[in-house]
């Protein structure tokens, strides 16, 4: 059996590994992409990097899973409450399901291919922070509408302030109750609309707000441009928004909450980044002609596709998606 003492230590010795997984795979991550983190922020040789994974794996921190011919790991009970500082009591399991793989592959494919264009100087804690507070790719389910607040403080949206503190009010109370809880409390004509489609409402659909443009700028981390319009990730992870009508209803929701929320000024442009897995699904939406008037017909939404190639460099050619 393996002491708590021992646990303890090599914990320490690799605790940003511990952190990379925790936040940023929320305890699930692929060993090829835990490897791109550590290479870019700690400057680790593969050497090194296979020492780690051994040493937390044989104290029982981590556990490796075989997923279609890759390593998948997942990060052990006491590697969390280590991390969060909780009672191992009051600390949940993380379970291992095909939709947590599946979305952790696609939310660090995203991360990394931002983190290696940007070419962000900063250490792990600096950037999971920086993640945390500007976009919804690392928030837990229903937790959402904090990335709101920061327009509370831009006078560029000063018209919608009363809007976004009331739909703050309301995301809030959705999220510290349960359906059943707001059922005996049934919420406004208005407020069942924010219900329907809202910042909480959307993970389940793919979609995830990953930063903001500032007018011509292309990033969330120059304060000293206006904040100009929020840069939307869609991950079409089962291909429905090949679909094209599906696309464009979302879009049209999506665009709809904004205009109504903000009072959206003059020029208010939303980013939209349609995330697929490879070469051959890019093509078809290349090829579908409504996909392709959907773009040319929008002038104040911009549509980009992005291959990130998950398919091959995540999944090893796998197909786990159709």
């Given at each position: 059996m393996i002491s708590t003492t021992y646990k303890q230590k090599i914990a320490e010795e690799h605790l940003d590994v511990i952190k990379i997984i925790y936040f940023l795979g929320k305890g699930i991550m692929w060993r090829t992409q835990l490897k791109q983190y550590l290479q870019?922020?700690?400057?680790?040789?593969?050497?090194?990097?296979?020492?780690?994974?051994?040493?937390?794996?044989?104290?029982?921190?981590?556990?490796?899973?075989?997923?279609?011919?890759?390593?998948?790991?997942?990060?052990?009970?006491?590697?969390?409450?280590f991390l969060t500082k909780q009672t191992r009591k009051n600390t949940?399991?993380?379970?291992?399901?095909?939709?947590?793989?599946?979305?952790?592959?696609?939310?660090?494919?995203?991360?990394?291919?931002?983190?290696?264009?940007?070419?962000?100087?900063?250490?792990?804690?600096?950037?999971?922070?920086?993640?945390?507070?500007?976009?919804?790719?690392?928030?837990?389910?229903?937790?959402?509408?904090?990335?709101?607040?920061p327009f509370?403080?831009?006078?560029?949206?000063?018209?919608?302030?009363?809007?976004?503190?009331?739909?703050?009010?309301?995301?809030?109370?959705?999220?510290?109750?349960?359906?059943?809880?707001?059922?005996?409390?049934?919420?406004?004509?208005?407020?069942?609309?924010?219900?329907d489609f809202n910042l909480n409402a959307i993970q389940s659909r793919g979609v995830y707000i990953g930063g903001w443009h500032y007018s011509n700028a292309y990033t969330v981390y120059d304060k000293r441009v206006k904040l100009h319009g929020p840069i939307i990730y869609i991950i079409d992870a089962n291909n429905k928004y090949r679909d094209v009508?599906?696309?464009?209803k979302l879009i049209k929701e999506i665009r709809d909450y904004f205009d109504s929320l903000l009072n959206t000024p003059q020029g208010?442009?939303?980013?939209?980044?349609i995330i697929v897995e490879d070469a051959k699904t890019e093509m078809s939406y290349r090829n579908n002609?409504?996909?392709?008037?959907?773009?040319?017909?929008?002038?104040?939404?911009?549509?980009?596709?992005?291959?990130l190639n998950v398919l091959h460099e995540v999944f090893a050619g796998v197909n786990l998606i159709r």
């Open positions: 870019y922020f700690l400057q680790m040789t593969d050497k090194k990097i296979a020492s780690a994974i051994a040493a937390l794996k044989d104290a029982d921190i981590i556990h490796i899973h075989r997923y279609c011919n890759r390593q998948v790991l997942r990060l052990k009970k006491f590697g969390i409450y949940a399991s993380i379970t291992f399901t095909t939709t947590k793989v599946l979305k952790s592959a696609f939310i660090n494919a995203i991360l990394l291919y931002e983190l290696h264009q940007r070419e962000l100087d900063m250490e792990v804690n600096e950037y999971i922070k920086m993640i945390k507070s500007n976009t919804t790719l690392l928030a837990k389910d229903k937790s959402n509408h904090h990335i709101l607040r509370l403080q831009n006078p560029f949206y000063k018209n919608g302030w009363e809007k976004i503190r009331s739909e703050l009010e309301v995301l809030e109370e959705i999220r510290q109750n349960n359906i059943n809880r707001l059922n005996q409390h049934p919420l406004t004509k208005e407020s069942i609309y924010y219900y009508a599906k696309l464009e208010f442009t939303i980013q939209f980044k002609s409504a996909y392709n008037t959907l773009c040319e017909h929008s002038v104040l939404n911009e549509i980009e596709l992005l291959n």
